[in-house]
């Protein structure tokens, strides 16, 4: 049964001001306006178009995917908006697909909120816009309900955005940071720390130029051949805020093991490496937006990076070390230099250090 | 990375270990107890930490970590001056970024910027004289900070700001000088120590004749060391040859970077700028006479502490702080009572847990299997 009732085609309203005021969240025909002018008409979709207080799904639509439903959301606050690689609108998407997919689910319905600061440019906005509908398209995962604000000038920075995300997990597939066990294998599908670089290059505090583009994408197709090629994968997890140290430690910790990684094996761009010396910055700790890891029973490593190095987002791919029996939740890596050192978790944010 | 990689070479590395071994097996002492080497730079601590070097050196060798972190002896009284300075309304308060969390007797920077302070990270002092250009009605100041490495720059950005003739521009000074503080070290009666990797950074600026006496009166082997991880192993096993043949050299392992004489350029600059403090205050060590520097009368103007009415408070240390004999190499961190429980690198209470060049912050953070072995941590 199709649940949306069929409409006459609305003729959407249109801004003509540059920038958004006070009036564009006063909830009267120029909010209506900037609604159907900048993200009607981006995100385009039959769910979305009848544009009630919430969207409508038939059950029987989602069931048909799998047994359990996965619920997810994030908010987007980045600073610069538009960044190497990417911008807030692209990693609002990726993001919230990104956290529905390492649970195994199949991304379908997104959400997205935004809070705009007063003196946006409308211009901005559709750019954002238009780059959430491209980072969607190609992907059967639409954004049908969204909501927009509009604050004071210095009540929020520039943009903010919320989205929210249902995907479904398909019948049997089971995966949780609790679930490593002592032989598995730790993989990650390519160079790390690219996002948190770009970012920190982006904004210019710190006086370097930055040739880094943000790795920002959407990694369910990953995931899927990833999960083919590994059906007993045991944890996925994306390794945003916190990077590769975190997600490590977490997995540890939830799986009360500990995890030895290889820095030879840890792929890290050279330029990144160079940033963070700089800087005085660890790579490990440094924010991704493609990266995810996988832990996987030994006997399907091979077939899992196999997988992961035929896809395009996994062409960097690495079997980066071992989940092995011991204290739970240390996390340890054998150094290039020969060396060992434990791996911790961060305490507040990485500070560039004095000399 | 190009001249980096080098220095960080696997089979290198096994090959100096290899040395060191046979080294220390011919050093009678060392059968004795273990031979004492302290890194006197935060970021030899740090290079050591991030490569697990101490777990590659055989047990005969303790390495001390030394006093070379300017972010952890800034003394709270200090940090509280900062946040003064930077809560007045009228200023921009620019400082490097691991300045950021030291603790003050109230706050720290990072909390005053959390309740309204315009707190910026900068990355050189020449990018807060920047921020002064753009915003002339503002009072910028910078946070100086740091050994005899950060000086020259702190003096070129003063000079600069002279020439031009900025008028909002003024620099807090806490700017240290590593030479009496090591000498305050030497005449610790409960010293431990056998030799030293001399600060690389600091002595490219100054050169290596600053430490002669350390050899000449104190009969203590120094090398100056570099900071990638070869670097430290060799200057290591200098050391230890040093003690093998009962001589007590300054030797510099750091020629690609640090010439005998220092930076003449820079010396001048540092000479122009400052002239020493009677003392300054150490968090963890005490008041070290002679161990800070601050603006000369002419450039007054510059000059934060008289530009702006400090509270300007000594704040003891916490008593129950064992810093101070962590660093002369008594106690090992996870040995003090607070490592760990009252200490803490969210809440640090001592000089060591506040930068991540700290020694106890190091050995929280990136652990110590040495201290794992202990059943330490």
Not at chain 1, 95 to 122: F, H, K, M, Q
């Amino acid at each position: 049964m199709n649940i949306v009732p069929m409409m006459r085609p609305r003729r959407l309203g249109k801004v003509n001001v540059p920038t958004v005021t006070l009036a564009h969240g006063g909830g009267g025909k120029a909010m209506k306006d900037l609604i159907d002018d900048v993200f009607v008409e981006a995100f385009d979709n039959a769910t979305l178009a009848p544009l009630e207080d919430q969207a409508r799904f038939d059950l029987a639509d989602i069931a048909a995917h799998g047994d359990r439903l996965a619920f997810t959301t994030d908010s987007f606050v980045v600073d610069p908006l538009i960044f190497p690689g990417g911008d807030i609108g692209k990693l609002a998407v990726c993001g919230t697909v990104n956290d529905l997919a390492v649970g195994g689910a199949r991304p379908l319905y997104l959400s997205c909120a935004v809070i705009i600061e007063e003196g946006v440019t409308i211009e901005l906005l559709r750019q954002i816009a238009r780059s959430m509908a491209e980072t969607r398209a190609g992907q059967g995962c639409q954004i049908v309900t969204g909501d927009t604000k509009v604050v004071h000038k210095g009540a929020c920075d520039k943009l903010f955005i919320t989205t929210t995300g249902i995907g479904v997990i398909p019948d049997s597939r089971v995966l949780g940071a609790h679930l490593a066990r002592p032989g598995d294998v730790v993989l990650v599908n390519g160079l790390l720390g690219d996002h948190g670089a770009a970012i920190l290059g982006a904004r210019g505090d710190m006086a370097l130029e930055t040739p880094i583009d943000s790795d920002c994408a959407c990694l369910h197709e990953l995931i899927e051949a990833l999960l083919a090629a590994s059906p007993n994968a045991r944890t996925l997890r994306d390794a945003t805020r916190g990077g590769l140290a975190t997600v490590l430690n977490e997995i540890a910790a939830a799986s009360e093991v500990t995890i030895e990684i290889d820095e030879t094996h840890t792929p890290i761009r050279e330029e990144v490496k160079g940033f963070c010396e700089i800087l005085g910055l660890d790579p490990l700790y440094l924010a991704n937006e493609g990266k995810i890891v996988a832990v996987v029973p030994a006997d399907e490593a091979k077939a899992a990076l196999a997988a992961m190095l035929a896809h395009p987002l996994g062409a960097g791919a690495s079997a980066i070390g071992t989940v092995n029996e011991g204290e739970p939740g240390r996390v340890t890596m054998r150094t290039g230099f020969g060396g060992r050192r434990i791996v911790d978790m961060l305490v507040g944010e990485q500070l560039p250090r004095i000399c | 990375m190009k001249y980096i990689d080098e220095f960080r070479d696997r089979e290198k590395a096994a090959v100096l270990i290899k040395e060191i071994e046979a080294l220390v097996s011919t050093i009678p002492l060392a059968k004795e107890r273990p031979l004492n080497i302290m890194e006197v730079c935060g970021g030899h601590t740090h290079s050591i930490f991030r490569y697990g070097i101490e777990g590659m050196l055989p047990k005969e060798i303790d390495l001390v970590h030394g006093p070379g972190c300017p972010v952890c002896v800034l003394p709270m009284g200090r940090v509280d001056d900062c946040v003064a300075i930077a809560e007045r309304p009228e200023v921009i308060f620019t400082t490097f970024g691991d300045a950021m969390r030291v603790p003050g007797s109230k706050k720290s920077l990072m909390q005053a910027k959390a309740d309204g302070a315009d707190i910026r990270m900068v990355y050189s002092p020449m990018d807060a004289l920047t921020i002064a250009r753009m915003n002339p009605d503002r009072e910028i100041v910078f946070f100086g900070l740091g050994f005899e490495t950060t000086m020259p720059s702190t003096a070129l950005t003063i000079l600069q700001a002279a020439s031009e003739g900025v008028t909002n521009f003024s620099v807090f000074c806490n700017h240290i000088t590593i030479v009496p503080t090591l000498k305050a070290i030497l005449e610790s009666p409960d010293l431990h120590l056998d030799g030293f990797l001399g600060p690389g950074h600091v002595s490219m600026v100054i050169g290596t004749a600053p430490y002669e006496f350390i050899a000449r009166f104190y009969k203590k082997p120094m090398v100056v060391a570099g900071f990638e991880p070869l670097d430290v192993l060799q200057s290591i096993w200098m050391v230890l040859k040093q003690i093998k043949e009962g001589r007590a050299d300054i030797e510099n392992q750091y020629a690609r970077v640090v010439p005998d004489d220092g930076n003449a350029a820079a010396l001048s600059a540092v000479a122009e700028v400052y002239e020493l403090r009677e003392f300054f205050e150490w968090r963890g060590l005490g008041s070290i006479d002679h161990s800070g520097v601050r603006l000369r009368e002419p450039y007054a103007r510059f000059d934060a502490e008289r530009r702006f009415a400090l509270p300007n408070v000594t704040i003891a240390d916490p008593t129950a702080c064992q810093c101070g004999e962590v660093l002369k190499g008594m106690i090992k961190p996870w040995q003090c009572k607070l490592f760990g429980a009252a200490c803490t690198p969210e809440t640090p209470l001592g000089a060591l847990m506040v930068s991540a060049e700290g020694a106890c912050s190091a050995y929280y953070q990136y652990g110590s299997l040495k201290a794992e072995r202990a059943g330490a941590i």
